[in-house]
């Protein structure tokens, strides 16, 4: 029963390690009277204090804006984040806490641990194939990949009859350091000279237990194969596109200089339909103002089709919604909201993720199941009776105290409980008829359980 060896997989799996506490979360509430303004005058603006620190990504937005005209927030979000010169992802450090924000891994290790437990699991559900490779995006400092390596290093014996690798897909010279550093212990083996076609990897490294590590720029460049994705605040960072419903219908929100001083930003909406507003916006899209992620889709897109056709499952853990919310553009810096528009290029961007967008684009090929809540995912794995192990093996008041904070924070509504969501994408084959004995609780998704997304009952 894939329940009964979930439960098995974490009894043998764990060993105890300290855990930070920091996190980011919350959401910038801004004036609907000014979401209202006439197209001419504008949403939100930069103030002058934080244009000094990072000019140059200013001085290029400034003759981007004026060469071109207004840009849409989704071009903003591209320049500011990715720039190959002045990105914020490119150029800066900005996990932990001499950061901008801290994510899940960096607060527990059972948050990792039990999603190398979920990818173990999944592994076994397809028949063990003797090649896994274990794919992230957007892989942090490495924090949780390194946690789901050592599950598997405490699940050898399971595992052993696998050729396992590890493909990373970050975009960030700054990050990839890192995380060579934390899965391999040194800076790896970086490509030198032209990109290789064949060999689109540009940095390579082994783990101290011999997985080869390898990094690469884009999904499509991770070899095929039988895979198990993991996308953790990856699809958050995705640039967005902003529309809102008008009395003369859909019109895009810009980025544009203000003319009282056009070394300012400030959003306004477009005069007209654009190409995005007029292809984005769904039919009988009820609310006022919508956040459209078309890069998210095409990700999704390829993810699933990959599981369909060559195996594997992908988990999506992301803070957002159900497409239920509205306006959840907002930046992040030094652990703080922070205006989107001031300082580009020094301060994180980000938006809440549309699940419900994302389902759609996976298609028919594959199973969706979720989202669920982290906290119903976490509990659904067992995180309370590992919280209980670590409990009873931790002497010291305050390494139990911070053990008793850290999963909190994870899984109290309060905290990031409810505000993250799971959502996974299976192989069809995968959901097959419940082996005899097994009950399923009425409200599971799933006919077989999938570990994080059924509660089950044994008899």
Same mark, same amino acid.
């Given at each position: 029963m894939r329940m009964k060896v979930c439960q098995q997989l974490l009894g043998r799996a764990f060993s105890h390690r300290g855990a930070s506490c920091a996190f980011r979360t919350g959401s910038v509430t801004l004036d609907t009277g000014r979401w209202r303004c006439a197209p001419s005058a504008p949403l939100c603006s930069s103030s002058a204090q934080d244009r000094k620190s990072h000019p140059s990504m200013l001085k290029h937005l400034r003759a981007k804006i004026r060469s071109t005209g207004p840009i849409s927030v989704s071009e903003y979000m591209r320049e500011v984040l990715t720039n190959p010169v002045a990105g914020y992802y490119v150029r800066k450090m900005m996990l932990g806490a001499e950061g901008d924000f801290i994510t899940s891994p960096e607060i527990s290790q059972v948050f990792g641990e039990l999603l190398g437990v979920w990818m173990v699991s999944e592994w076994m559900a397809a028949g063990r194939p003797g090649r896994l490779q274990l794919v992230e995006l957007g892989p942090g400092k490495g924090s949780l990949m390194a946690d789901v390596l050592r599950v598997f290093g405490q699940l050898r014996s399971v595992v052993a009859g696998a050729s396992v690798s590890v493909h990373l897909v970050e975009v960030s010279p700054?990050?990839?350091?890192?995380? +060579?550093?934390?899965?391999? #212990?040194?800076? #790896?083996?970086? +490509?030198?000279? /032209?990109?290789?076609?064949? *060999?689109?990897? %540009?940095?390579?490294? /082994?783990?101290?237990? $011999?997985?080869p590590v390898s990094w690469y720029r884009h999904l499509e460049d991770v070899p095929a194969g039988f895979s198990i994705f993991v996308a953790h605040e990856f699809f958050d960072a995705l640039p967005v596109h902003k529309f809102q419903r008008t009395e003369k219908g859909w019109r895009e929100v810009l980025v544009d200089l203000d003319p009282s001083d056009p070394g300012r930003l400030r959003l306004v909406l477009s005069p007209g339909p654009t190409l995005a507003s007029s292809s984005l916006v769904q039919a009988g899209e009820g609310r006022s103002h919508v956040e459209v992620c078309p890069e998210g889709g095409a990700i999704v897109q390829l993810l699933a089709r990959r599981i369909q056709q060559q195996g594997g499952a992908a988990l999506i853990a992301d803070y957002g919604h159900d497409g239920t919310k509205t306006d959840t553009f907002r930046g992040f810096k030094g652990h703080? @909201?922070?205006?989107?528009?001031?300082?580009? $290029?020094?301060?994180?961007?980000?938006? *809440?993720? *549309?699940?419900?967008?994302?389902?759609?684009?996976?298609?028919?090929?594959?199973?969706?199941?979720?989202?669920?809540?982290?906290?119903?995912?976490?509990?659904?794995?067992?995180?309370?009776?590992?919280?209980?192990? @670590?409990?009873?093996?931790?002497?010291?008041?305050?390494?139990?105290?911070?053990?008793?904070?850290? %999963?909190?924070?994870?899984?109290?509504?309060?905290?990031? $409980?409810?505000?993250?969501?799971? @959502?996974?994408?299976l192989a069809p084959g995968r959901l097959a008829a419940p082996p005899t004995g097994l009950k399923l609780d009425r409200k599971s998704p799933a006919p077989l359980p999938v570990a994080g997304f059924s509660e089950l009952r044994f008899s």
């Open positions: 700054v990050l990839s350091r890192v995380q +060579a550093e934390t899965l391999t #212990g040194t800076g #790896g083996q970086e +490509a030198s000279g /032209e990109p290789d076609p064949t *060999d689109p990897a %540009y940095r390579r490294g /082994e783990t101290a237990a $011999g997985v703080r @909201l922070h205006d989107v528009l001031s300082d580009p $290029g020094g301060a994180d961007l980000t938006a *809440d993720v *549309d699940f419900s967008f994302l389902r759609r684009m996976a298609g028919g090929g594959v199973a969706c199941l979720g989202p669920v809540s982290q906290r119903a995912f976490l509990k659904n794995m067992g995180g309370d009776a590992r919280m209980q192990v @670590l409990l009873r093996n931790c002497s010291d008041p305050s390494s139990r105290k911070q053990l008793i904070r850290s %999963y909190d924070l994870l899984t109290s509504p309060a905290h990031m $409980g409810e505000r993250f969501l799971f @959502l996974c994408l």
